[in-house]
């Protein structure tokens, strides 16, 4: 592509102003910074217009070949040539350098953040809405020579490509993304089959069926993830086609690493953390603990009302079917009244009522999948940081306290070593274990302190989506009024056909 830069190709001037004005929390450049240093070119706002449309930045950030790319528009425009990516193909030896003065001084263009700001995420429902779209559809079964198994099309509206996944990849991308995100909120899956004895009201159909849901509102969680979205093997999952996605996905989990290997600021944790991390920590925890709570009932509320509109849609169809039983009558009507005229209104009704029926069965269906479908996306959010919770409690803190009492056998062991002689090889092995304990504590700590910071993040992004409340409030008031409205109307159509029963001297009046 025209304008490409290949970061092999950049000048060490390019690398240092980089590092002198980059976030210090990730490999990217702020565009008010980058605003800043625009400034400082004295070069006309047309030019300045001209460099900033061909940059790329997403979420108010530029990448590092974004930004290699600017800083080689501005040499261009600055040597009165138009700043143009196609010039760029020219420069084969080395990119121009522009004149913006040593590096070490734009380091005052860097908006320096207070430590929270590290911490806290700047991000609304609406922006981890638009992130992504993906659709999770069944496609038809395909029979091997042994069994059958169901497969499905992803579709990711940011990628616009589909590709075809079996559960099992999901079950493997599942597996890697935990690996590599740990310390963050990852949802969990269906399960693969029906529980045995647990699930036997429930048919094969229905169960794949929520499955398929379930599976929909996992990729969506996760494409719509802060940190998930602009990993590799989420896209992996979402754009690869090959035949073998599943090695694809361990194949690049092992190039990367788990986030703390790979997270710049990692290491450095403890610092951004507020002295109160542990009181902040069981304060959010159990708020969150009372919103799952009561988000659970109000999603099973919400599933009774769709089943309601289900019962009531089969009871309309029943009880019209049973009006239609009146129509046997026509070949030995009783001698009391005209058959032919009430029989032929009592066929009219049965229609209306089996119209009313497919209404209220649509009711169910928008009432599902508005409003149940809605809860249940947020209540898989909520027990994945649920499951986070634990993993923090279970996993890294357990593992640092086993390795401090490991630590603290081997220090007796040395003690004693001391004043019994021993072996002066075995006391130097011994010495030796010592220190690669002390090396395991000081990592395990430094992981400790990521995960708080990890935690606090995923707190906040809980609280992001809280507003999701509005949206799932406003689904159900909309279903209704939709419902109600397509009933009333068939109703109010259905009132004046009943006066063609029992009226004048073909039937009987009521007694009223």
Known sequence: MAGEINEGSVPAYYREVYEAIRCRADE???VEVFQRLLQRTDLSKTVLGQIAEHVDATDGFLSKLSFYKALALIALAQQGKQPSPKLLENCIQ??????????RELRALRMQPAQEDVLMMSQTLDKLLARDTVQVELIPEKKGLFLKHVEYQVTSQRYKISVYRRYSDFDVFHEVLLQRFAYRVVPALPPKRMLKGVLTSISEREFIEGRRRALGRFINLVARHPFFSED???????TFSGSDVQTKLRDAYKKMGDEFMTNRIATQAKEYLPADIQTQFSTSRELIRNIHNSFLKLRDRAEKMAER????????????????YFITMDSNPPPCFCASSWLLSLKSLSVEFAVLSDKAAQQGRREEDDVVEKLNLFLDLLQSYRDLCERHEKGVLHEHQRAL?????????????????????????????????????????LRNYFSLFCLHQETQLIFTYLPITSHILGAFVNSQVQGHREMGEVWTELQPKLGCLFGGNNGLKPSI
């Open 28 to 30: 990217r450049v702020q």
């Open 405 to 445: 009492h490991k630590y603290s056998v081997m220090k007796r062991q040395m003690m004693s070593a001391t004043v019994q002689p021993k072996e002066q090889a075995s006391v130097e092995q011994l010495e030796s274990r010592i220190v690669q304990q002390e090396n395991a504590i000081q990592t395990m700590e």
């Open 232 to 238: 590799e093997l989420v896209k992996t999952f979402l």
């Open 94 to 103: 080395e990119l121009p350098k522009p004149q913006l003065g040593e590096p």
């Open 309 to 324: 509109s289900k019962e009531n849609a089969t009871d309309l169809l029943m009880f019209g079917k049973e009006l239609r």
